[in-house]
C-alpha cells in the first residue's frame, strides 16, 4: 500500500493561491489514479480533482473548475494541487488520496492525513 503525505497548506486571504504537495513512498504512485479530496467541517468529504495514471486526464469539481489545476510527477512519486483565485468556501481540511478512476472517496485505498487550508475573507 502506498503512504501519502501532504503539505502546503495554510491561512491565506480570498483571492490568494497555494500549491498543495502529496508526497508518497512505499508503493509507485504511476499504479494509481490519484484524487484530491476535501473536507469542511461539520460536511461530508468532497471530490476535488482526480488525474490519471500517465497525467493525461484529468477531471474537476464544478466548484473549482477553472481556478484549481492537479499534476503529477512520476519520477518523484509526487502529485500536486495548485489553487488559485481561493474563495472562503474553500477552506478546508485537504487529501491526496490513491486508487481508481471514481468520484468517491470510498473507492480510494490510500490518504493521506491531510493538510489544512484556511481562506479568510
Known amino acids: 500500500q502506498v503512504q501519502l503525505v501532504e503539505s502546503g497548506g495554510g491561512l491565506v486571504q480570498a483571492g490568494d493561491s497555494l500549491r498543495l504537495t502529496c508526497a508518497a513512498s512505499g508503493r509507485a504512485i504511476s499504479s494509481y489514479v490519484m484524487g484530491w479530496f476535501r473536507q469542511a467541517p461539520g460536511k461530508e468529504r468532497e471530490f476535488v480533482a482526480l488525474?490519471?495514471?500517465?497525467?493525461?486526464?484529468?477531471a474537476y469539481a464544478d466548484s473549482v473548475k477553472d481556478r484549481f489545476t492537479i499534476a503529477r510527477d512520476n519520477t518523484k512519486n509526487t502529485v500536486y494541487l495548485r489553487m488559485n483565485t481561493l474563495k472562503p468556501e474553500d477552506t478546508a481540511v485537504y487529501y491526496c488520496a490513491a486508487g481508481h478512476w471514481s468520484f468517491q472517496p470510498s473507492d480510494f485505498g490510500s490518504w493521506g492525513q491531510g493538510t489544512q487550508v484556511t481562506v479568510s475573507s
Open positions: 488525474i490519471n495514471w500517465g497525467g493525461s486526464r484529468t
